[in-house]
């Protein structure tokens, strides 16, 4: 027997190694087979180890400490490998739409009604008067009728769908004019070039960058123009000397020339936002009474609901989009639709919609409640961080985000952390210092800005559970 033979005997059975006490409480929860899967591949792992020489105290391996450490070791892995991967996080970046964070935080008559769809039979496509097959759309058309002054409306998973389908299904083989000062990225790979040739459409450029007249739409019109579109340019804006074409006179000359007119709002708002201290953006309404056939806006950017892109207008044309096959590619299921449903009908309470929908509370919080919380969290952040960084409350300006209104920002207030380094260290320390919030049992995200770590506190709900967490952070 070599000696390698005769080490191997040292090594625990996989039968004893599961009945070990510390794994009972992974097998129960997570089952048999990944514990046994995670012993097999640490007794492997140890096998190797003897085998390369790597393991010098043999005699140890033998032992009951090693088994009871050996298992645990186990546990560990199991855990890791079954933790959760999308996880809860505390936005401090200021940004309230944050694409990267989820966008809206939706209200609980939302997430009431999603639990429901999701764990019970639904007539999502079935009709209770007579028993027939029904259609989705018709739980929130009529709701979104009503506040759109729509004729019709449909929904599919997000807006980036909604501006395919309905570019699909106008103008598959035809040309659509749109202004160059519109041809944006919205982000994601969101480019309406590319957009446009997924849909099967030859893009017309009308225009330049900055200006863009109705002549210049007049001029490029065609046999072979099926569509004239409008982009919200969403996360950019031009100044300076620029002109571009309301959507009064784009709907009359798509009219006079028998055309349809789309226009691709992004956010898209149901409510008349100056009222609310917020910037001015045109309401679907509004831009419907315009005179567009179709308006295409996002369900989880300012209307503050789930994912889904809605698309609204002319009876005829939603018909067409809902016949196009990819419509049935591109639906929304239940529980969207569950989600979508309760956050329309808080739009039809106005006066009650800033207290019960979390996007606009977030988007209208007083500045001086946030200065407040800033300057209540302050001792508590200054005593953990002691000798590690400053922390200083300051006024800070927050974004809407998810390209609504990109340029328009919010005052708002920040705790303000700046390490203590050496020179040449801050900005290893400021990394640091970021990465061990992001650590958080709750992560924590802030921005990193002119040298400071800023949690603006805007968007933060619950402040005891970010104090809670501060014992945790290891910096
Ligand atoms: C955000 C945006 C989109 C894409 O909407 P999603 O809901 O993110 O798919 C399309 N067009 C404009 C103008 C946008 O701002």
């Known amino acids: 027997m070599t000696s390698n033979e005769s080490n191997f005997r040292l090594l625990p059975a996989l039968d004893r190694v599961l009945q070990a006490e510390a794994l009972q409480p992974q097998i129960d929860s997570v089952g048999l087979n990944v514990v046994k899967q995670q012993a097999r591949a640490q007794l492997q792992a140890l096998r190797a180890a003897i085998a390369n020489g790597e393991e010098d105290a043999l005699d140890w391996i033998g032992s009951e400490q090693f088994l009871a450490e050996f298992c645990q070791a186990i546990a560990n892995k199991v855990q890791a490998s079954i933790s959760d991967s999308l996880v809860p996080v505390i936005n401090l970046t200021g940004t309230v739409i944050h694409t990267n964070l989820g966008r809206s935080k939706l209200p609980a008559e939302a997430v009431a009604?999603?639990?429901?769809?999701?764990?019970?039979?639904?007539?999502?496509?079935?009709d209770l008067d007579s028993g027939a097959r029904g259609d989705r759309d018709s739980h929130l058309e009529g709701l979104l009728c009503e506040l759109t002054g729509a004729e019709a409306a449909t929904v599919v998973n997000n807006n980036a769908a909604a501006v395919l389908l309905v570019l699909n299904t106008l103008a598959a083989v035809g040309e659509v004019l749109i202004s160059r000062g519109e041809l944006v990225e919205i982000g994601g790979a969101f480019r309406i070039p590319d957009v446009m040739k997924s849909a099967g459409c030859t893009l017309i450029e009308v225009g330049t960058t900055n200006r863009t007249h109705l002549a210049d739409y007049e001029k490029q019109i065609t046999e072979a123009t099926a569509l004239l579109m409008k982009v919200h340019t969403s996360n950019f804006e031009i100044r300076g000397f620029t002109k571009s074409v309301s959507e009064q006179d784009m709907a009359s000359l798509a009219e006079a020339r028998g055309i349809p007119f789309v226009s691709d709002l992004g956010s898209g708002t149901l409510i008349d936002l100056k009222p609310l201290g917020l910037p001015y953006e045109p309401t679907v309404r509004q831009v419907l009474e315009a005179g567009a056939d179709l308006v295409t806006f996002s369900g989880d950017k300012l209307l503050g609901g789930p994912q889904a892109g809605l698309i609204v207008g002319s009876r005829d044309f939603?018909?067409?989009?809902?016949?196009n096959p990819l419509k049935r590619a591109l639906r929304v299921d239940k529980i969207t639709l569950a989600g979508l449903v309760e956050v329309l009908k808080l739009y039809l309470d106005p006066?009650?919609?800033?207290?019960?929908?979390?996007?606009?509370?977030?988007?209208?919080?007083?500045v001086a409640e946030i200065e407040g919380l800033a300057n209540a969290l302050l001792p508590q952040f200054e005593?953990?961080?002691?000798?590690?960084?400053?922390?200083?409350?300051?006024?800070?300006?927050?974004?809407?985000?998810?390209?609504?209104?990109?340029?328009?920002?919010?005052?708002?207030?920040a705790l303000v952390l700046?390490?203590?380094?050496?020179?040449?260290?801050?900005d290893a320390s400021l990394l640091r210092l970021a990465a061990a919030f992001r650590q958080l049992p709750k992560p924590v995200i802030g921005r990193i800005h002119d040298g400071s770590l800023y949690f603006d506190l805007r968007?933060?709900?619950?402040?005891?559970?970010?104090?809670?967490?501060l014992a945790s952070l290891e910096v």
């Open 459 to 469: 968007c933060l709900g619950d402040s005891e559970e970010l104090l809670g967490q």
């Open 318 to 323: 939603i018909q067409r989009v809902k016949s």
């Open 351 to 366: 006066d009650r919609l800033l207290q019960r929908l979390p996007l606009l509370r977030d988007l209208t919080r007083d």
């Open 113 to 126: 009604a999603i639990e429901l769809a999701a764990t019970q039979a639904t007539n999502l496509e079935f």
């Open 418 to 426: 700046t390490p203590i380094a050496a020179k040449g260290e801050t």
């Open 383 to 413: 005593e953990r961080l002691a000798g590690r960084a400053e922390v200083e409350v300051r006024a800070c300006k927050s974004q809407i985000g998810s390209g609504a209104l990109p340029l328009e920002l919010l005052d708002s207030f």
